[in-house]
């Protein structure tokens, strides 16, 4: 089938990519002609595992192509993903001029039926302000052409994005047509095969899932980092919980690890965003405020243990950070708990010695050139000359150190662990300090 994917950003990308390589003609169009101009060549924009192979593969079979030219675009299929960015407004509430753009450059090129999927993230009720908003252009250029607007949510997780979706859990498509529904499920097929995993709904429900998806898994991890402050304050160990009640299979085990915060374009900005959609129609939603509170605060969480070990005097002192991006197999810094440690530390007349495997040119993108933050090529260079280190970002690479060099190298042998990669006993035994989360030592 044909398809045309309008956004090349992380959804749009591995979405288009994903189509073609499993038989479908994609069809990529963006704006941002340095970022085509790239693609082309086989630059990928983004860090993700995978993906670089087979943008490559499908483009030399001409199964993907990309280009600036949107009515290009428009005549490929019938078939027009919306993939552009939602980013929030001053107030938190989603932006949609870029989702309102894409649709009026359809509705103004457009000679036959589409059927316009929204794939970004957007509020409920966006559908329909999509739908209006083409009919009045299509209207003022006195043209009566059929078209359907749908919702079909992405649930890609970055880091892991080419294998969410092409072995999805659930494909969620929001629509009341049934020929949009038999279109959809045909360029679904090939990733529908054991099971059917694709669920049908009205368009405003598919939009409310993602958002509720999101806040859902941001509430478990907020709600596991406060329970990780009363451990704290209890003498409990959160670990020993973790897998206390994770056992329980109505509880599960994923998203309830406590951390330094959850970061990443997407938990932040969905969580502040359904809670303002909640204003709008007169709900005070207080769990969506606590769980944004609850991670604000859990991103101060290094740096309290910090002061705590040291007292608030820690200028001069040097930090050696593991882990700058806001998860494990991203370069992505977004909303990442890194930042708001290393600019607190700044604040404080520290300074900080960095090393991420993948987010290093997006720190200095970020940062530039300062005399308070050195870059450094590995682990092992970055707790050269530190006082103390600190874990930000669960790297598998972090996973299993030498605490007996850890125990040289550090000047006051100390450790702040931000995700709970080590046992506080092998740690302590090593010699170190050892502060994680919720793991007993507090202040
Ligand atoms: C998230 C969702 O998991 C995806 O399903 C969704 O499609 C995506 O947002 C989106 O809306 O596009 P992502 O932002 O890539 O995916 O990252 P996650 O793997 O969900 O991690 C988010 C944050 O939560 C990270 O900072 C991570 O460190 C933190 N986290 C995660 C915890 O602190 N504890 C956990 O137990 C799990």
């Known amino acids: 089938m044909k398809v045309t994917v309008f956004g090349v950003g992380y959804v749009g990308l591995v979405q288009a990519v994903a189509l073609a390589d499993c038989g479908h003609d994609v069809c990529c169009v963006d704006v941002d002609a340095a970022k085509i101009a790239g693609l082309q060549q086989g630059i990928i924009p983004i860090f993700e595992p995978g993906l670089q192979e087979l943008v ?15 009515a290009l675009g428009v005549d490929h ?7 552009v960015g939602t980013p929030p407004g001053e107030d ?25 999927v929204n794939k ?20 003022r250029r006195g043209q009566e052409l059929p078209f359907q607007v749908l919702s079909n949510p992405e649930f890609l997780k970055e880091g892991s994005a080419l294998e969410d979706c092409m072995r999805p859990e659930r494909i969620i498509i929001g629509t009341e047509s049934p020929q949009a529904e038999t279109l959809m499920r045909e360029l679904y097929e090939p990733f529908n095969r054991n099971r059917d995993k694709i669920m049908v709904m009205d368009v405003r429900s598919a939009e409310f899932t993602k958002y509720a998806a999101n806040c859902l898994l941001a509430t478990k991890i907020s709600f596991m980092n406060e329970m990780s402050h009363l451990a704290e304050r209890m003498e409990v ?13 109505r509880i599960g085990y994923q998203f309830i690890y406590p951390g330094c915060g959850y970061g990443g374009s997407c938990f932040p900005k969905d969580v502040r965003a ?12 207080q769990i969506l405020q606590a769980v ?3 991670n604000f605060q859990q991103k101060q969480k290094l740096y309290q243990h910090i002061t705590c070990h040291y007292g608030d005097d820690i200028a001069g002192k040097t930090f050696a950070l593991w882990g700058l991006s806001f998860k494990p197999n991203t370069d992505d810094m977004r909303e990442a708990s890194s ?13 900080v010695r960095a090393y991420d495997p993948e987010a290093m040119d997006e720190a200095l993108r970020l940062y530039g050139m300062r005399a308070d933050l050195e870059i450094v090529a590995s682990k092992d260079e970055a707790v050269v000359g530190a006082d103390a280190l600190v874990i930000v970002t669960e790297w598998k690479d972090f996973r299993v150190p030498d605490f007996s060099m850890l125990q040289e190298k550090l000047r006051d042998r100390v450790i702040f662990d931000g995700r709970n990669l080590y046992e506080p006993s092998r740690v302590e035994d090593a010699g170190l300090a050892y502060y994680g989360i919720g793991r007993g030592r507090s202040c």
């Open 56 to 70: 490559l593969k499908n483009c030399e079979v001409a199964r993907l192509r990309f280009s600036t030219d949107a």
């Open 77 to 83: 299929a019938t078939i027009q993903f919306i993939a």
């Open 92 to 116: 938190g509430s989603a932006d949609l001029q870029y989702v309102l753009g894409v649709a009026g450059t359809i509705a103004s090129l457009m000679s036959d039926e589409k059927i316009i």
């Open 120 to 139: 970004s993230t957007v509020p409920v009720g966006t559908a329909d302000k999509v739908r209006a908003h083409v009919q009045d252009l299509l209207t």
């Open 237 to 249: 160990d959160i670990e020993e919980v973790r897998r206390g009640i994770g056992s329980d299979s």
């Open 274 to 285: 359904l809670e303002r959609s909640g204003r709008e129609v007169g709900y005070h939603a």
């Open 292 to 294: 944004e509170q609850v």
């Open 339 to 351: 930042r708001v440690l290393m600019e607190r530390l700044w604040q404080a007349g520290a300074r």
